[in-house]
């Protein structure tokens, strides 16, 4: 269901905000709707596009808030919309996708993903290499953490930000590809942007939960590459705390200077 979160500003939240299961909004213009991120398979994004076509208007750009399958999955469903991205979420888009990978760490989708893998995703048409102001009412603010090329939409009329996977609220935050102590720092500006906060993952919030999600960050970089040394904090109730061993370890990685993916990650998606 398209939740009313504003005036014309609407957001898609998938109950459980586990792997694969992620959020997603619309925000109306005067020329019609901006579609930010798009699911991930059918299931997800064909119920998305009917509600978003049962509003009546042009849907005229989706922004991609980073190249996670489970973000850009749906591109297909807006035909004839611009695509708005960073360079590197638009390079990511180029490569071939890593189904078998994909079936490894979300096997609930094994099924659709060869579904997905038939369907493709559009490509970027539109680079974002600063902020920008979109529309009358959006203006997308690149901010690296979760991965090197992740945006934020800003709707500041209405004092709400899109913040993709920047935020994961009761769901413990993955950062494969990002870099924790960097991550933990942007959150600083992300609670200034906005008093109401649509993660890409779990329910919608504010500070409070963004400043959980950093201090989860902090104890993960002060873990110091043991995952046995996070201190207790409000995670402790958050799901998918098996991700602890794959931010630990990319934050003692890259805490030496070393960018790879983290061990416990190329386990999980069968390369290990
Ligand atoms: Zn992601």
Redesign the pocket.
Known sequence: MLDAVADGVYAWIQPGGESGVSNAGVVVDDDGLTVIDTLMVRSQWEPFAAAVAALELPVRRTILT?A?I??VGGTKAFPNAAIYATPITSDALDLPMPIDGYKQFMPAFDEEFDDLAELGTRAVTHLVEGAAQLTARIEVLPAPG??PGDLVVLVADVDVCFA??LCFFGVTP?AFQGDPAMWADVLDAVVELADTIVP?HGPIGGEAEVRDLQGYLRACVAANGDVQAIAPGPWDTWIDRDRDAINVERAALLARGDDALPPSMLKAIGQA
């Open positions: 980073h996670h489970d973000h979760h991965t993709g996977d993955l890409g």
